[in-house]
Every structure is written in structure tokens, then in C-alpha cells.
């Protein structure tokens, strides 16, 4: 893919992609950030009976409903970005030139991380879509007239796809650290280069 795009007249930087910055990584950490932070607001909004002692104590007003606010919304804007990063991921994936005689930490090579985490992308993709849809239903169906907005297993299965975004995260991180797909200073080592040297 990458001769193609330089066959076409396509500039392709050391990064192996037809732009400075990798798009994916940095998209990544917006799902996961407004994921993370949907989860654990409506986990408060649930167990907010418990924590109003606190609340109180410290002087912080605080209003059930408004967790569940914040949690249903970054729940609605993960799925929104996830939708770019998947798209980012797969191009990017495209654009992939791992070396190919090289284990990852879990005993994996290359090219097998790139399929385990396309595959299981596009798979948390479908899941975390699948929660958005439940999450409004409930907000807006189901539980609309009572104060606890989730029900106990959406927050498990939050907690659960935590985990799971935890292992998709790991294996990203084995093809940038181990592999150096599309890390520009990775790939300038490989080739002998000095990265501090070329990037000024």
C-alpha cells in the first residue's frame, strides 16, 4: 500500500504514512478518555445514595441526575469518535511495514497483532455502539422516571469492556513500542538514523 501511495505521486514520510502525525494513537486516547469517563459517572450516579454522606460532608453540591448526564453524553460522543478511529486504524493499518522476524512480549509476531487488533477494533467498535443505543434506551425509555438511569448489568458489561479496551489498548502499544508501525523515532532507529538529528 505504501508503494502505491508513492507510486501515485503521494509524498509517504518516515512514519510510512502520507502525514507527520499517526492519527489512530492520538484518536485512541479520546474513546478510551470519554469511555472511561461514562462509565465511572454513571457507577457514581448509581451508588449516589451511598455517596451523598460525602458529598454533603465536603460541601460539594452534587445532583444525581447530572451523572448520569455526563455519563450518557460521553457515552454518545465515544461512539461518535470510535467511528474515526476505527477508519483511522484501518488506514493506518493498510500503511503498516512491521519486520517480520520479531516477537511481541506475548510471544506474537507482527503481523498477528495487526489482525487480532483490527478484528477486535472493529468488534469493541460494534460493542461500544450496542451500549450507546442501551444506554439511551434507558435514559430515555426504560428507567426515564426513576432515579437510577442504568441498569446493574450495563454497568457490568462497562466494567467488563474496560478490561477489554485495556488488552485491544496493549496490543496498539506492542506495534507501536515493539514493532514501531507508523513511530517516526522507531523507524529512524531501525534505519540507523538518529531521530534527534532528522526531527529538528
Same mark, same amino acid.
Given at each position: 500500500?505504501?508503494? &502505491?501511495?508513492?507510486?501515485?505521486?503521494?509524498?509517504?514520510?518516515?512514519? @510510512?504514512?502520507?502525514?507527520?502525525?499517526?492519527?489512530?494513537?492520538?484518536?485512541?486516547? *479520546?474513546?478510551?478518555?470519554?469511555? =472511561?469517563?461514562?462509565?465511572?459517572?454513571? =457507577?457514581?450516579?448509581?451508588?449516589?445514595?451511598?455517596?451523598?454522606?460525602? *458529598?454533603?460532608?465536603?460541601?460539594?453540591?452534587?445532583? /444525581?441526575?447530572?451523572?448520569?448526564?455526563?455519563?450518557?453524553?460521553?457515552?454518545?460522543?465515544?461512539? =461518535?469518535?470510535?467511528?474515526?478511529?476505527?477508519?483511522?486504524? *484501518?488506514?493506518?493499518?493498510?500503511?503498516?511495514?512491521?519486520?517480520?522476524? @520479531?516477537? !511481541?512480549?506475548?510471544?506474537?509476531?507482527?503481523?498477528?497483532?495487526?489482525?487480532?487488533?483490527?478484528? !477486535?477494533?472493529?468488534?469493541?467498535?460494534?460493542?461500544?455502539?450496542?451500549?450507546?443505543?442501551?444506554?439511551?434506551?434507558?435514559?430515555?425509555?426504560? /428507567?426515564?422516571?426513576?432515579?437510577?438511569?442504568?441498569?446493574?448489568?450495563?454497568?457490568? %458489561?462497562? %466494567? &467488563?469492556?474496560?478490561?477489554?479496551?485495556?488488552?485491544?489498548?496493549?496490543?496498539?502499544?506492542? &506495534?507501536?513500542?515493539?514493532?514501531? %508501525?507508523?513511530?517516526?523515532?522507531?523507524?529512524?532507529? /531501525?534505519?540507523?538514523?538518529?531521530?534527534?538529528?532528522?526531527?529538528?
Amino acid at each position: 500500500m505504501v508503494v &502505491l501511495l508513492v507510486d501515485a505521486g503521494v509524498p509517504v514520510g518516515v512514519n @510510512q504514512l502520507p502525514y507527520e502525525i499517526p492519527l489512530h494513537p492520538n484518536l485512541v486516547h *479520546f474513546t478510551l478518555g470519554l469511555f =472511561i469517563i461514562a462509565i465511572l459517572f454513571d =457507577i457514581a450516579g448509581a451508588l449516589f445514595p451511598l455517596e451523598r454522606p460525602i *458529598f454533603k460532608f465536603l460541601a460539594l453540591p452534587a445532583l /444525581r441526575q447530572g451523572f448520569f448526564e455526563v455519563g450518557w453524553y460521553n457515552l454518545l460522543a465515544a461512539a =461518535i469518535v470510535t467511528l474515526f478511529t476505527v477508519a483511522a486504524g *484501518f488506514f493506518e493499518l493498510m500503511l503498516a511495514d512491521p519486520p517480520k522476524d @520479531q516477537l !511481541s512480549a506475548w510471544g506474537m509476531d507482527a503481523n498477528t497483532i495487526l489482525l487480532l487488533h483490527g478484528l !477486535s477494533g472493529i468488534l469493541l467498535f460494534g460493542v461500544i455502539l450496542t451500549m450507546t443505543i442501551w444506554r439511551g434506551l434507558q435514559q430515555y425509555r426504560w /428507567r426515564k422516571d426513576q432515579a437510577r438511569k442504568v441498569q446493574w448489568i450495563y454497568l457490568a %458489561v462497562g %466494567v &467488563l469492556m474496560l478490561g477489554l479496551l485495556y488488552v485491544q489498548g496493549t496490543l496498539g502499544a506492542q &506495534l507501536g513500542d515493539e514493532f514501531g %508501525v507508523h513511530v517516526t523515532a522507531a523507524n529512524l532507529v /531501525r534505519q540507523g538514523q538518529d531521530p534527534n538529528q532528522v526531527l529538528k
